[in-house]
């Protein structure tokens, strides 16, 4: 905390780290203006636009990586896992929500921008898997990513078909809504693992997209820890076992995320304090 401080009441060191950030002042920037105009000009101010939130967090954190690649020129430190597990969940909780209304938030926002942002990150998502695969293959992490996408996706894929919500009342798009919500809180895992594995400093782009993932799943936490009740019925063809807790098993898989995240976190925030580059040569 110190270092941190030190800057702020020295305007020439101060100055300097602006200087050397201004990328990343540039992005929080724009990111910062644009939640302040989403949350004025199109939201309602209704609870559910913590959703909406959750899902721009993320976007903003996809966006950092394309950043991070475009500055860099390669595409080390990232998991090709992770991104895949991304990819699947967005792509089927846009399934959902292109076609019903059932888990939309009932905010404004809701109406198209959650979409939007959705869409949004899953062209981001493929984009960085195109990148990751082909034009920077050479700078990947392929052999440290050591836990493959589909030994998260295909357990949660056989949980959500065994229990899920049925807001929609259509079961193909009830099961996909649940599978995206029980992969994301494990997507992250095969990216926190690569850390591991390499043991050493974590790109600052890098380290802040996993930051804002975990950003992203807390804001999702705050807003179904408040209305899980509603996910705790069956309706239409509904064939979910444990019907009346299904929305016990949302809450979980949010904080499953973050408490995957504890460590990650703690060095984080140990290294922005300090003004250094993140480091997990001790986790």
């Known amino acids: 905390m110190k270092t941190i401080i030190e800057k702020f009441n020295d305007p020439e ?13 540039f992005f929080w920037i724009i990111a910062i203006t644009i939640i302040t105009f989403i949350t004025i000009f199109i939201s ?10 959750s899902s721009l967090t993320q976007m903003f954190a996809f ?54 942002t959705e869409i949004i990150s899953l062209l981001c998502v493929l984009l960085l898997i195109y990148l990751t695969l082909t034009i920077y293959k050479d700078t990947s992490d392929y052999r440290n ?13 056989i949980l959500a078909c ?7 009342g259509f079961l193909p798009t009830d099961i996909t809504w649940c599978f995206s919500m029980y992969l994301e809180a494990i997507a992250i895992y095969p990216q926190i693992q690569l850390f591991i594995v390499k043991k050493g400093q974590i790109e600052t782009y890098t380290s802040h997209y996993v930051a804002l993932c975990g950003l992203s799943r807390l804001l999702s936490l705050i807003f179904w820890w408040d209305t899980y009740p509603e996910l705790n019925t069956e309706e239409g ?40 580059a993140m480091n997990t040569i001790d986790v």
């Open 145 to 157: 990513d050591k836990v493959p996408f589909y030994y998260l996706a295909i357990p949660t894929f």
């Open 237 to 276: 063809n509904s064939i979910s076992l444990f019907c009346n807790y299904c929305g016990y098993f949302i809450v979980a898989s949010q904080i499953i995320q973050l408490l995957i995240m504890i460590d990650y976190y703690y060095l984080y925030f140990k290294s922005l304090f300090k003004g250094e």
């Open 63 to 116: 966006i950092i990586v394309l950043i991070k690649i475009y500055t860099f020129q390669n595409s080390s430190g990232l998991s090709i896992n992770t991104l895949i597990c991304y990819a699947l969940l967005l792509s089927a909780r846009l399934f959902t929500n292109l076609l019903f209304t059932g888990y939309l938030p009932s905010d404004n926002s809701g109406d198209w921008f959650y979409q939007l």
């Open 162 to 168: 065994i229990i899920h919500t049925s807001l929609n």
């Open 44 to 53: 309602s101010h209704d609870y559910s636009f913590l959703l909406v939130l």
């Open 13 to 25: 060191k101060l100055f300097f780290e602006l200087q050397k950030r201004k990328k990343d002042v």
